[in-house]
T-cell receptor
């Protein structure tokens, strides 16, 4: 069966520290992968998407970057976190139309 | 860019009441999806619609792909407390990249026992 793993579930990081969130998918090949951010429990903001290894598209200029070193691995990073980076981060995959979301990472930058 | 207008933004209802929410767009969509997000969790797919006019049910939930292909609605019958959460519509616009969905801003549902 197809599953998506996202970790950690919660993270508290100081301003200026680096960030690495990881997402892995099982049971599928060559999925489209996505990173979303959700503020205040409302709308989903698309941050990055990837259609293949090493292929990253950025939707919103920001303090974050994404990488896809393997077919089923998607990483969200930052060199120096800002307070405004706090939020709920969701990874998702699609093959091809229906998105399946991970359980999310609650990031609090203090 | 293309947008989905989802309404209402929030609903406060009594247990047992029926619920209706919808999404509209000025553009034609090829796919409509409805998701539910429980607090602190990722959204979960409820219903997927692929044809104009399609009406699909999932338990107490019913969703329809509008004939004009510019709208979709989700109905929940006889609401229960566990229906609480945020409901998102999502769609793939005609001519859009396959797999890249546009999401509505969500409808937050609160159910009073």
């Amino acid at each position: 069966s197809q599953t998506i793993h996202q970790w950690p579930a919660t993270l508290v990081q100081p301003v200026g520290s680096p960030l690495s969130l990881e997402c892995t998918v099982e049971g599928t090949s060559n999925p489209n992968l996505y990173w979303y951010r959700q503020a205040a429990g409302r709308g989903l903001q698309l941050l990055f998407y990837s259609v293949g290894i090493g292929q990253i598209s950025s939707e919103v200029p920001q303090n974050l970057s994404a990488s896809r070193p393997q077919d089923r691995q998607f990483i969200l990073s930052s060199k120096k976190l800002l307070l405004s980076d706090s939020g709920f981060y969701l990874c998702a995959w699609s093959v091809p139309e229906e998105y399946t979301f991970g359980s999310g990472t609650r990031l609090t930058v203090v | 860019g293309q947008q989905l207008n989802q309404s209402p933004q929030s609903m406060f209802i009594q247990e047992g009441e029926d619920v209706s929410m919808n999404c509209t767009s000025s553009s034609i969509f090829n796919t409509w999806l409805w998701y539910k997000q429980d607090p602190g969790e990722g959204p979960v797919l409820l219903i997927a619609l692929y044809k104009a006019g399609e009406l699909t049910s999932n338990g107490r939930l019913t969703a329809q792909f509008g004939i004009t292909r510019k709208d979709s609605f989700l109905n929940i019958s006889a609401s229960i407390p566990s229906d609480v959460g945020i409901y998102f519509c999502a769609g793939r616009p005609y001519g859009g990249s396959q797999g890249n969905l546009i999401f509505g801003k969500g409808t937050k549902l609160s159910v009073k026992p």
